[in-house]
């Protein structure tokens, strides 16, 4: 059974806002029965042009229904504008978090969110890129492109489990990597501008200090670093870190990932012995 | 909260029985069965008991009953030790709707070279014996069809599709993890090469299984190793489990007629209130040729994980071959293979039911379960209450 949060429990038991509201100021309908889940959205503005009132209609799993109940409370009250800027990891993050598997469901809330202000404001832009690139799911490069940049994702798999592109046969997987690789080419050079080795030295310490000491020290450990040499950073490991046969891997998987995470994707953490 | 355990074709409740004929081989009696010395040999005794009332289950002779640790280990067992008894053939012929245990490793050969064809059923179910028939080619090592369909309760004519097998020269292998306690089988009046079985499937502990492998036939082991089960699976014997199923092994044998008139009442009572309580709902699979246990009912417009959820929230446990809950994002590939439509694949439930379900669990379900799905559709885009179809398609 997937682990929801008690808030995903809690929004889908009690559904808030089922239904659809009459005479609708904007519609949208997402996803399809095929798929396993539909979303219907329709929403009311008031005289100061805020969101007064919004209902959905669901067919779907426990998270998909509760996602949906989420983003109507979210979106209550606020401008069009406002409602746009929601973005399906505020929906995740408001349900204190969704397995990676259902992040499709805060995608599609994101979507019919934004295709019913679309409706509003008259009909949907024309997208001369709405190439289908997954057949079995009709998911767009558009939708694609989206959930990577705006999720940060670089799998396969994580584009799957955000957008279900890729669940099915399996025949758009090149096509989807594709597309990851061109989307992180034109974000990533603009997020990490070149760092002197003086600014990575003490970018790296501060991480080091900040996110991974106070962690290796929980379970009796610690870590210092020896050098860094181009991309190269020498780390040391004292305490339980030292002797356990594990901390290769601990080491490797937590440190790097922390620090290419904070510092630089280039970066290869290696141990030497003090 | 009470649990009303309708899910037995994933797992069941370890007899009482059980329990306690293994419990003495945990604590005091634990030498090992390969020992000279009487306190293991004493071991050694049980554990042929167990091989005898394993083999008596299902018509067989001892020395065809070798344990295993799951119905998994004997279906890889089986189909590896085929091909390699024949390495001169490349094809393996099985169904659509085979249990992972047979499906993915089929898909594991495939990448390695062998040919396999995987014979699609009807949207009842039902394997096509004609087509069977034209699959059997000179190339064919093995075939493996499952006995009972685990999500349907479908029976496939492995009797009849082992003799046609055996006239051709090609060795048949049966998963029969879901059928054996709950129908009767005689191996002696069969032609089936290979059988595998599940403890905990039928009230003894998990990580126990049986592998059939009827005498004389060519075999190589899976697991090689010591002496044990006449060097034909090495380790050494899970002794507590191997006792407690051969026990389970023999209350099935006893009570198997009383269990199943029993069993198939209430799954007969729950599907029929079911389906004319709620509209719009089906019966997944024939009901001609079915396991007594099982059901497998399709609510339209609704999504199979929610109802779990919200039947969980009453203690009801039950499974369901929708997307969400295939760990896929497509229905189960049995539905699919039947071609279940989408707008009933996905809100598909299968209860099925064991000794130890009464009527009173089947009448709390009759009553939870009609405003469950109906709340569920009032959530539904696509339900309108004004256009339901007859119920009984
Ligand atoms: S086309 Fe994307 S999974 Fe089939």
């Known amino acids: 059974m997937w682990e929801y949060t008690e808030k995903v429990k809690e929004h889908f038991l009690n559904p808030r806002n089922v239904g659809e509201v009459e005479n609708p100021d904007g519609i949208a309908e997402v996803g399809s029965i095929a798929c396993g889940d539909a979303l219907k959205l329709s929403f009311k503005l008031d005289e100061n042009k805020r969101i007064k009132d919004i209902k959905f209609k669901t067919f779907g799993c426990a998270s998909a229904i509760a996602t949906s109940s989420a983003l109507t409370e979210m979106v209550k009250g606020m401008t069009l504008e406002e409602a746009m800027k929601v973005t399906n990891q505020d929906i995740a993050a408001y349900l204190g978090g969704l397995p990676q598997e259902k992040m499709h469901c805060s995608v599609m809330g994101k979507q019919a969110m934004e295709k019913a202000i679309e409706n509003y404001k008259g009909g949907p832009p024309t997208e001369p890129a709405a190439q289908i690139i997954c057949e079995c799911f009709g998911v767009t490069e558009r939708e694609i492109e989206q959930a990577v940049r705006e999720n940060n994702l670089s799998t396969v798999e994580e584009v799957t489990n955000y957008t279900k592109a890729g669940g099915g046969c ?80 601990t080491l490797k998987h937590f440190v790097e990932l922390k620090l290419r995470d904070f510092v630089s994707p280039e970066l290869v953490i290696e141990e030497v012995t003090p | 909260m009470k649990t009303i355990y309708l899910d037995n ?52 002779g001892p020395e065809e009953i070798i344990f295993t640790s799951c119905g998994t280990e004997s279906d890889n067992a089986a189909i590896r030790s085929a091909l390699a008894a024949h390495p001169d053939r490349r094809h393996v012929l099985t169904s659509r709707v085979e249990h992972p245990a047979v499906k993915s490793l089929c898909d594991h050969l495939s ?71 709950k129908i009767p089988i005689n191996m002696k009046a069969t032609s089936i090469d290979m059988l595998s079985i599940s ?60 269990e199943n008139r029993m069993v198939l009442r209430l799954r007969d009572k729950l599907e029929a209130e079911i389906l004319t309580r709620i509209p719009n709902s089906r ?111």
């Open chain 1, 170 to 249: 399996g025949g758009c997987h090149d096509a989807i990597r594709q597309i990851i690789e061109r989307v992180r080419a034109e974000t990533a050079p603009a997020a990490r501008p070149k760092l002197s080795n003086i600014q990575k030295i003490k970018m790296i310490e501060e991480i080091i200090d900040r996110e991974i000491r106070p962690s290796l020290k929980k379970d009796g450990g610690d870590i210092e670093l020896v050098d860094v040499i181009g991309n190269r950073v020498l780390v040391a490991t004292r305490g339980t870190c030292a002797t356990c046969k594990a901390a290769d891997i």
């Open chain 2, 9 to 60: 074709n994933a797992t069941t409740q370890v007899a009482e029985e059980v329990l306690d004929a293994m419990l003495p081989y945990f604590r005091d009696l634990y030498g090992n069965p390969s020992s000279m010395h009487t306190f293991g040999g004493q071991v050694g005794r049980k554990i042929r008991e167990a091989r005898e009332q394993a083999a008596a289950l299902i018509g067989a």
């Open chain 2, 111 to 181: 990448r390695q070279g062998y040919r396999i064809t995987e014979l699609p059923v009807d949207k009842d179910g039902i394997l096509d014996m004609t087509q069977y028939e034209r699959a059997l080619t000179p190339d064919t090592a093995v075939v493996s069809l499952m006995w009972a369909n685990n999500e349907t309760g479908v029976l496939f004519p492995v009797e009849k599709a082992a003799e046609l097998a055996k006239e051709r020269g090609i060795l048949f292998h049966t998963d029969a993890v879901q059928a054996v306690g």
């Open chain 2, 199 to 258: 403890g905990h499937k039928l009230h003894a502990p998990k990580g126990i299984g049986i592998f059939y492998v009827r005498k004389g036939t060519r075999f190589s082991p899976f697991l090689i190793g010591g002496h044990q089960e006449n060097g034909r699976r090495g380790g050494t014997e899970n002794t507590p489990s191997i006792i407690g199923l051969g026990k389970a092994c023999e209350l099935a044998a006893r009570n198997m007629d009383a």
């Open chain 2, 283 to 393: 019966v997944n699979g024939t009901r001609l040729y079915r396991l007594p246990n099982t059901t497998n009912i399709s609510f339209e417009f609704v999504e199979g994980e929610a109802i779990l959820l919200l039947m969980d929230d009453y203690g009801i446990c039950a499974s369901s071959g929708s997307a969400c809950t295939s760990g896929s994002l497509q229905p189960s590939h049995v539905l699919r293979a039947m071609g279940v439509p989408f707008t009933m694949a996905h809100g598909s439930i299968r209860f099925s039911f064991s000794i130890y379900n009464t009527e009173d669990e089947v009448d709390f379900v009759i009553e939870k379960l009609p405003p469950i799905i109906e709340r569920l559709r009032s959530m539904s885009p696509y339900w309108n209450a004004g256009d339901q179809v007859c119920s009984v398609q």
